[in-house]
Structure formats: C-alpha cells, structure tokens
C-alpha cells in the first residue's frame, strides 16, 4: 500500500549541528559522595586510588575475618530484623532476650545474606548476636508506631563549612545514611570495626548534608523533624558512641579533602603529591584495605610497564572526566532543576503505584504520560537494571536500582534489585510530591569504573620469571602493544626470530 508522500524531511536546526556535546575536561568540579570524602580524609593515595582506579575499600581492613563485605551483611541484617519487627512479621513472642537471639539466628540463617557468607555461624557469634543481646529491649520495644528509616539517600548543592580564618565555603555532597531512628532521635552509621575513625566524620558529613537541605524538600513525614538536636550514633557489635557535632577538625578537615578531589581529578601534579603523602607506617599499613596495592612488589615482566603506565595514566583521568560528565553533571542538573522541567525533558517520569500490587521485592505502576511510557517500554526492553526508582525525591529519598516491564499500554512491573522490599504501602516517604514515586534512567557510570579497574588489574599483572612470562600470552601481547616486541604467528623460538 502507498503511504502519503511527507509534506517536508525534517533537517537537524543549525543550533543542533552546532551543539557541542560533553568531552574533555568538565569546566566544573566533580559532585562527590560520602565514600570519596572519607577516602581523601583516610590518606590522599586513597582518593587518588578511588578517581582514577574506581578502587575503595581504604577504611575495610583486608583481613577482615568475615570477608570483605561483612559490614553491609551487619547491618543488612539489622535492616532485615527491624523492619521485620516493624511489620509485625517476626513475632517476639516474650520478653526473653533468649526468644529473641533464637528468632533472630533462625531469621539470619534462612536469609540470603547467610548464603553469602563463608562461615554463618562464626559470623553470627562475632558480630551479630552480641548486637542483638545488646539491642534487646529496643528490638522488644520497636512496633507499628516505630519511625526507622533505611538507607535513605540524601544530597545537596551547597553544604556549609567553616574555613580556620571564619570564613565559609560552599560543597556539593551525597551520601546514604544507615539508619535514621525518629523516636530515639538518632541517625545511626555502623561498621564491624572497633575503632571508630572515620565513621565518626561519615555520621557528622551525612548529618551535616541533611540539615542543610531546604526544609521543603523534606519529605511529608519528617517536616517537623529538627535533625540538628538528633544525635549521632557510631554503632558496633559491641558499642555505641556518640559523636560530637561541634566538632572544628572535622570542618577544617573537609576542606582538604575538597581540594585533594578538585587538584586530582584536574593536575596531573596532585597525583605525585599524593604519592608523597601516604598517612600509612610500616606497623599500620596493614589495616588500609589499599595496602596491597601500595605495597605491592611488582615483579619485571612485562618490561614495557613503565611505557602501560605512561599511556594508561591519561586514559584513567579521561575516564574519570567521563564520568563526570554523565553521573556528577547528572546529580547538579536534578537537584538543581525543577521536576516540571526534569519531566519535561523526558529525565524524569512520575508514576502511580497500583494498590495492592505488591509482591516481596515486585510491583506494579501506572505511567500516565504516553510520551514517558513509550520511553521507558523502549529502554526497559533490554533486561538490564537500567533504572532508578525514587520514594521520595533527590535530596532526600529512598533510590533502588530496578527493571521495569510493559505489562499493558501504561502499566508496568517494576521488579527492584535485591532482596525485599519493607511494606511499600506503609512507607510514608511515599506520596510526598503528589505522586507515589519517580523514576529515571541511571547513567552506566559502572561501566566507566570497570573499565578504569581492569586497566589498572592489568598493571599489576606480571612475572618474575623470564620463561614464565614468555609462556604468558597477556604478558606477551603487553610487551606487544607497549614494547619493543614484534607480534609473530606461532609460539616458538623460530616463529618468533621470524
Ligand atoms: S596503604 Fe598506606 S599509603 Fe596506601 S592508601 Fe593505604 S594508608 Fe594510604
């Protein structure tokens, strides 16, 4: 069948073809996080691993004994077992502290949390059980009118901090805080570790980050909450400790750990600046989970590493700038933009959360504008966990990663990462900008990180032996692509004179 001849071919607009899209060095500085903040305070070799090798873990000691991500399995957990008594799910039954460690180990060992720990029961006796002993009568006391809030996600443009001269200066920060308990008045960080440092400066930037977002961005719930007065809490299996909030160093502190972000991410002489001012000793180095890396005998082969190093260098700093355009530019444009405008664009779809709908971690949504319905049916038809889903809004709000489904022309499965969801109907973060919750596409920025991480795995792969790294054809195609070495067909003596 004919179609209708087009009445005009629609060209690209002059300002279009002249648009200069984002490459190169950003002409603004990067929108940090926490973690980054508390790298560059634990040693200015940390942030730099961070930038440039998407390396963290500088504050987890390797030798942990529960491995490597036993903290977020604490306090996982901990989530699992509040939320649980929140809901009227686990049912205490009695006051007995004892019924309450039985239930608690019978709910930890049919988790998924226990399945990705090497050995359940020793890390149940080391950490979570004295906790929960400890923890017994406000678990006990915890119950529908509890107001805990998880993992919340909290940012802003511009945080205060005091200069020693009085002066003031203005920074972006996010971060995500563990727990924020409403009727004890604490905002709570936790960490398997029996020192405090530098949980107690990731509570005080976190609190800091909260009180100063605009009170009308906090969500229906917590707008006559006055987190100033809250305490801070530094929570472990066996301690609690409570953190200045007056604290100047901290302050002072902050404002080198801004300039070791800015100098890295943009002069090329802060790296080897860096390198002269590792915080480590020989007696200490081995509780900096980086040590390793900084440590590290790195053996002959390949020869031509120096020459790796020399053109990898510039390829982390473009990755970095890279990543700074599409996740930290991403982070000013939404708290800087109104919603209108966000949804406008097309960033931003607003979505109803169908009654009822729920199931463990999986819901339902309605999108009511086609265009974003279109949009998202068109993105999310991939598989991959391509979205974010927002209770709440960007400053303050609950974010999960998730895949969406078309199930019908405007509705859609919304399946989150992970394990379950508390009961989102009972969330009162939800519904606080006149619609039930948010939801945007999130910027690959892992694919940016893995890449600068497999570069840098690449250098510290090598071998002492000659015959060895001849026998080793990675180490071969590096001296290769970066050596004197000409590639040949054949693995042979001759093959390779030829
Ligand atoms: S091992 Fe030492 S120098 Fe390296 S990042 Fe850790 S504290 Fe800094």
Redesign the pocket.
Known sequence: MSRTVLTRWNYPRPDVLEQVYPAGKPPFDPFPNVSELINAF??P??IY?YLHHAEDG?CIPRTATAGWRSGETFHSFIVLLKNSIIEGKFKLGSQNPQNLISHGWSLFINSNLAKNIDKPDVFWKQYIEPWTRRKASELIGLGPNSKNYFELTIANTKIQFKTRDGGIRNYPLTGRIDEIDINRRQIIDRTLRNEITPKDYQVWLLWKTLCSIDRSQYPEHLKDVDFSTFDLIVETPTTDTKVDKINPEFEYRTHDCYAWIHDLTFDPKAVAEAYLD???TKDN?KD?G??WM??MHKWPFPMARGEMRRKFKDMYRALLWEKIWGYDLFQYRFLSLSQDKLEKQALLCRATIVPKSQRNNTFQVRINNPLHAGLIWAKGTDGIDRFLVIFGNFSIGLRHRATMERIGPDLFSVKIEGGRLPSLFGQPLIATTGTDFLVFEERPTYLITGLQKDLHNLEFRGAKNPDRALGDSKIQILEAIFGSRSITRGGNENNEQQ
């Open positions: 634990h040693c070799r940390a691993q500088a590792k915080t480590c180095k900096c980086l040590a900084c440590y």
